[in-house]
């Protein structure tokens, strides 16, 4: 089946500093990725939407400047936490649909410190 | 707008016993139905879909749900349970129109603990 690879699968960062997490399709084209974000114990919550070429959609409450999200290619999106701060420390998870499927990356750990 | 419920946040069960993970569905159209499995620190797994026809999906791991339209509900069962079935285990919706998978809503997700 499809594989969305995702990086780093975790990652320690000083508070202020921005961290990039990158979702790759490997054996297929993705127009499209979700990001989520999971705080322990809880449910994914939709962040934003990128396609490929255009502008991210974001969900309410969600800080544009903070979380950039870039989908120049086909097979790549990241996602830029930027100033990152502990609150921020958080389990960031993307998905691509494939047809009536949807594959995830394994998730990014980040921890602010 | 879709919604789904998981009723109970965590379910305690004893090795080989059956287990019924609930999951209710809110929505004023038709709908693709998941259930997804996560381990600790890594992304999610499907376990089973409904799509359309049968309304008794079967999945991996034997693990099956029933499609219920007049409840709104997509019940996860599995007959009898492993130790290595512990794990988080998300139920999600998604308008079923088009020929691909739109915006998934997840519910809170049940932790499910299987004790020797």
């Known amino acids: 089946g499809a594989v969305v690879s995702q990086h780093p699968s975790r990652v320690i960062c000083k508070s202020g500093t921005s961290v990039k997490i990158e979702c790759r399709s490997l054996d297929f084209q993705a127009t499209t990725m979700f990001w989520y974000r999971q705080f322990p114990k809880q449910s994914l919550m939709l962040m934003a939407t990128?396609?490929?070429?255009?502008?991210?959609?974001?969900e309410q409450g969600v800080e544009k400047d903070k979380f950039l999200i870039n989908h120049a290619s086909l097979t790549l999106s990241t996602l830029t936490v930027t100033s990152a701060h502990p609150e921020d420390s958080s389990f960031y998870i993307c998905?691509?649909?494939?047809?009536?499927?949807?594959?995830f990356g394994q998730g990014t750990r980040l921890t602010v410190v | 707008a879709q919604s789904v419920t998981q009723l109970d946040s965590q379910v305690p069960v004893f090795e080989e016993a059956p287990v019924e993970l609930r999951c209710n569905y809110s929505?004023?159209?038709?709908?693709?139905l998941f259930w997804y499995v996560q381990y600790p620190n890594q992304g999610l797994q499907l376990l089973l879909k409904y799509l359309s026809g049968s309304t008794l999906v079967k999945g991996i791991n034997g693990f099956e749900a029933e499609f219920n339209k007049s409840q709104t509900s997509f019940h996860l069962r599995k007959p009898s349970v492993h130790i290595s079935d512990t794990a988080e285990y998300f139920c999600?919706?998604?308008?079923?129109?088009?020929?691909?998978?739109?915006?998934?809503?997840f519910g809170r997700g049940t932790q499910l603990t299987v004790w020797p």
């Open positions: 998905r691509a649909p494939v047809r009536t499927e949807a594959f």
């Open positions: 929505s004023s159209v038709s709908v693709y």
């Open positions: 999600a919706v998604s308008a079923g129109r088009g020929s691909t998978l739109g915006r998934l809503y």
């Open positions: 990128s396609n490929e070429g255009s502008k991210a959609t974001y």
